[in-house]
């Protein structure tokens, strides 16, 4: 857009900016009017087509007509002598085949395994990050392993026709978005265009100013914007809005790797956190039923008479067993406490409702035999409800439920709470076995 011929490879925003200032002296009026004035040419059909949908081909044609009438204005008006920097020769035919060239020797392999390990990834990484924001936009599905062979395979044989190694790029995809491509028919047709164009067309191209490939990619990015979807983010849920903002932030002052690392970091510390400190909640009975349900969110649900009901949101893993027998310690505490200040019967039962539990490991059997000697010396009895197959597996191979009782495992919350308070009025130990 500036016209200067030495710039920086880097693509953060403070050696763009840097590089962008420190040659002041060497900007090119003529050809930020030239830019500029395409900028705003292809963002006014943009507008105008949105507003008018049934003038769709306004805005797809606006780029091929910008590079037309950038080539034929340079054409005209010598403007390659005046500051604007042109494409220049172009080399005419197809790139010659490269498969008798390939060299599997020693000194030339591991180098090649290395960066194309390196390489890989990240092609990989950015193709199906750029597919996927793109599949937002139109409501489709992207499946990452279908992507990583097309790109796979595209690049093992374009390797034997001396192709570039090619990935699903951001700048050209978005400028396909916005010219209204829908299928990835457009990518035959683009090709069949290019390859026509290396055959017959290159000397065309020698006036095409570099300006104007600049505004329609600068054009194609602006579209891509999307402000509402962040605001969206940050009312429904902060995380999500901070691994957006971190990808943004770290492509803005990195690259596009160093923004995925980041927003794949926040999300998995999300995960972590998640699974290392897991919700658990007091469930109370909605009057006249038997259905159990959290007393932070339903006012009208009451607490059982010397029944204290907690759920564990989350599987049971070594992460987070030391955590939950702790929770779940000062969850009975705080009751007793709460009780006792209201004058109400003390816990006697501890009912855990093991619904949302998918899956326990050998961690989290110890620590529900823990929990219950712990209960036990506090005169206290366990029960657990609608526990899974799995979790029932488990416990009975770990002779957890044989500690527990066979009588003490419920199908529902309902159930386990019934046979508590049977219990607490005959005082005699229950007799129900509810095992499945």
Known sequence: MFGLDHFTTATDLVSVMRSVFSQTH?????????????LFFLLITRFFSKKKPRFFWVSAAAPLTSVIIGSVLVYLTHAENHGIQVIGYLKKGLNPPSATSLNFSSPYMMLALKTGIITGVIALAEGIAVGRSFAMFKNYHIDGNKEMIAIGTMNIVGSLTSCYLTTGPFSRSAVNFNAGCKTAMSNVVMSVAVMITLLFLTP?????????????IMSAMLGLIDYPAAIHLWQVDKVDFCVCLGAYLGVVFGSVEIGLV???????????????????TV?????????????????????????????????????NASYLRERIARWIDDEEDQRKEKGDMGVQYVVLDMGAVGSIDTSGTSMLDELRKTLDRRGLQIALANPGSEIMKKLDSSKVMEAIGHEWIFPTVGEAVAECGYVMHSHKPGAHDNMV
């Open 283 to 319: 469930l109370g009975n909605i009057p006249n039923s038997m259905i159990y349900r959290r007393m932070d969110q339903y006012t009208t649900a009451q607490r059982v008479p010397g029944v204290l009901v907690l759920r564990v949101d989350s599987p049971i893993y070594f992460t």
């Open 262 to 280: 980041v927003a794949v970091g926040i999300s998995i510390l999300r995960v972590l956190l998640f699974v290392a400190r897991p919700r658990t």
């Open 204 to 216: 065309l191209f020698h006036y095409t100013p570099l300006v104007v490939l600049s505004a329609i």
């Open 26 to 38: 060497l900007w090119r009026w003529e050809s930020v009017v030239l830019g500029c004035g395409f």
